[in-house]
């Protein structure tokens, strides 16, 4: 039986591909925190702590958009609700990550600026990605498959 191949719709390739040069941001963020353990950036322990966690962000959730548009392309989601499953989660990847570091920005920051709200409307659109998503798998799997065609089958007789 030949293995199965994976078809990604041409909107699901375009996002799948800018998902995996935003990689190369996650790792210049990762150099910029090397930098800040080596002592080489000076920064207060609450901006220290928001460049940890917008780096873990960004990089954890680039790789579940990479997930989520794999997925949304398996429950054949078209239209609106097809663009909310394949975009609501590579907008979190940019939004939670902008909060973590713009609301931290400023020498001797101790406490987030207003750009915070970048990171409650990143997780706003997390939720509505991953939402959608989830149910659109679980309500494809009521859908009636077609029955796989028949294969021959080896009979052995005793002769």
Do not use: C
Request: aromatic residues 6%; charged residues 15%; without cysteine.
């Amino acid at each position: 039986m030949p293995a199965p191949t994976l078809t990604l719709s041409r909107e699901s390739r375009r996002i799948a591909g800018l998902l995996l040069l935003s990689i190369v941001g996650v790792e210049s963020g990762g150099y910029y925190l090397t930098k800040v353990a080596s002592g080489q950036e000076r920064l207060t322990d609450f901006q220290e702590s928001f460049s940890r966690a917008g780096h873990a962000h960004a990089g954890v959730l680039v790789t579940l958009a990479l997930i989520i548009v794999v997925l949304a392309d398996a429950t054949a989601l078209r239209g609106p609700l097809g663009y909310v499953a394949r975009l609501g989660v590579p907008l979190a990847a940019i939004l939670m990550p902008a909060g973590f570091f713009l609301s931290s920005t400023g020498a001797g920051t101790t406490e987030p600026n207003g750009a915070i709200v970048l990171l409650w409307f990143g997780a706003l659109s997390l939720a509505v990605g991953v939402v959608t998503t989830g149910l659109a798998l679980t309500l494809s799997g009521f859908r009636r498959e077609p029955e796989p065609e028949a294969t021959p089958s080896l009979s052995f007789t005793n002769s």
